[in-house]
């Protein structure tokens, strides 16, 4: 029998736990650029680890459709990692809390048009999963010479179902 678990919007409170959801929601912190521009300051608490710099890569990942099956997921141990879409498109984020060095308790969340994410440093979370071409995302990650992946095969999959 397969499990299914139902993608929930993503909201700031329901995100907390895992990172930071990044959009342009409510009132701007600052008016900037001659009142032309609203600034939404320090929206992600970046973490890149005693011996981690900030690097900026772009990933092009392959559209997925719903139900979508999870069966792998990731997380990375030595720094945060920031997702921006390069579109204007919803996708999907995956994401679940440590039991002892596995993922428990999975929730799936559908990124509004416009979201970004930044996950927490060890925060486990499933593979980059756009909904829609082009899936082009900015990622801003840890760049450093230790290893900052480990990866967890759920040993049954899961669905994840609107």
Not at 4 to 15: G, K, M, R, V
Not at 21 to 27: C, E, K, M, N, Q
Not at 105 to 133: C, K, Y
């Amino acid at each position: 029998m397969t499990t299914s678990i139902h993608l929930e919007p993503l909201t700031a409170t329901a995100f907390a736990p895992y990172g930071d959801v990044l959009d342009a929601s409510g009132d701007p912190d600052k008016i900037i650029n001659q009142g032309n521009c609203g600034r939404f300051h320090d929206r992600a608490r970046l973490d890149f680890g005693p011996q981690g710099r900030a690097g900026i890569s772009i990933f092009h990942a392959r559209p997925r459709s719903l139900p979508y099956t999870l069966d792998l997921l990731e997380r990375h141990p030595d720094g945060s990692q920031a997702f921006l879409p390069m579109s204007q498109h919803e996708w999907l984020v995956i994401v679940a809390s440590d039991a002892n060095g596995t993922p428990a308790n999975i929730r799936a969340f559908l990124a509004a048009p416009g979201q970004g994410i930044n996950l927490h440093r060890g925060t486990w979370h499933g593979v980059l999963t756009p909904l829609h071409e082009p899936g082009l995302f900015a990622v801003v990650d840890r760049i450093g010479g230790t290893p900052n992946l480990q990866e967890y095969t759920l040993p049954q999959p899961i669905q994840i179902t609107r």
